[in-house]
């Protein structure tokens, strides 16, 4: 059974400020590892990738991987009341075509 | 350009009745799913279609029905709905799923049960 597990908030920061999104998988076999950003009433929406450890950055936002630790992060910088919105972790194998196994999602609010 | 359309987009049932949720992709994908997505549940997958002519069980099958039409489309079927179904249903399609980690969604069907 692959578990996700992300807290579900919800986590509210202030216009400007860092937020900080945390992710843990079961699966030692992952290899890959997704946020997707959905926005309340709508479908998920690809947001960051990353393979390998360390921190991968686009942008605004910077995906943080250790798979050590099986733990996975999303920071998003300078934070925008247009990023209040659910995101939803989803690690993956290599090679399958299975679909992805979601955790539950944290839901973010920015205060303006 | 369309990406992925689900069909219907609200749909109420009773208890007992059956129904089919629609869909269909334009970009050539071969890999098509269905999830459904619950307050506090997350998304999780019913069923998916790894190619053409392929269809297999995800996480929460029991209740549900898929078929793959053709390359393009993938219906899930409700026989006998239950309240307990009452829940936002999501198709997508990807293509390279684990390279590129991209499901391509589609609307939403919101879908109650009474």
């Known amino acids: 059974q692959k578990e996700v597990e992300q807290n579900s908030g919800p986590l509210s920061v202030p216009e400007g400020a860092i937020a900080s999104l945390n992710c843990t998988y079961s699966?030692?076999?992952?290899?890959?590892f997704f946020w997707y950003r959905q926005y309340s009433g709508k479908s998920p929406e690809l947001i960051m990738s990353?393979?390998?450890?360390g921190d991968k950055e686009d942008g605004r936002f910077t995906a943080q991987l250790n798979k050590a630790s099986q733990y996975v992060s999303l920071l998003i910088r300078d934070s925008q009341p247009s990023d209040s919105a659910t995101y939803l972790c989803?690690?993956?194998?290599?090679?399958?075509?299975?679909?992805?196994?979601f955790g539950k999602g944290t839901h973010l609010i920015i205060q303006p | 350009n369309a990406g992925v359309t689900q069909t219907p987009k609200f749909q109420v049932l009773k208890t007992g009745q059956s129904m089919t949720l629609q869909c269909a992709q334009d970009m050539n994908h071969n890999s098509m799913y269905w999830y459904r997505q619950d307050p506090g549940m997350g998304l999780r997958l019913i069923y998916y279609?790894?190619?053409?002519?392929?269809?297999d069980k995800g996480e929460v099958p029991n209740g549900y029905n898929v078929s793959r039409l053709n390359k393009r489309e993938f219906s899930l079927r409700l026989e006998s709905a239950a309240p307990s179904q009452t829940s936002v249903y999501f198709c997508?399609?990807?293509?390279?799923?684990?390279?590129?980690?991209?499901?391509?969604f589609g609307e939403g069907s919101r879908l109650t049960v009474l």
């Open positions: 699966d030692r076999g992952s290899q890959s």
């Open positions: 990353i393979y390998s450890n």
């Open positions: 997508a399609s990807s293509e390279h799923l684990t390279n590129t980690g991209e499901l391509f």
């Open positions: 989803a690690p993956a194998r290599q090679g399958g075509a299975d679909g992805l196994t």
């Open positions: 279609s790894a190619s053409e002519g392929t269809t």
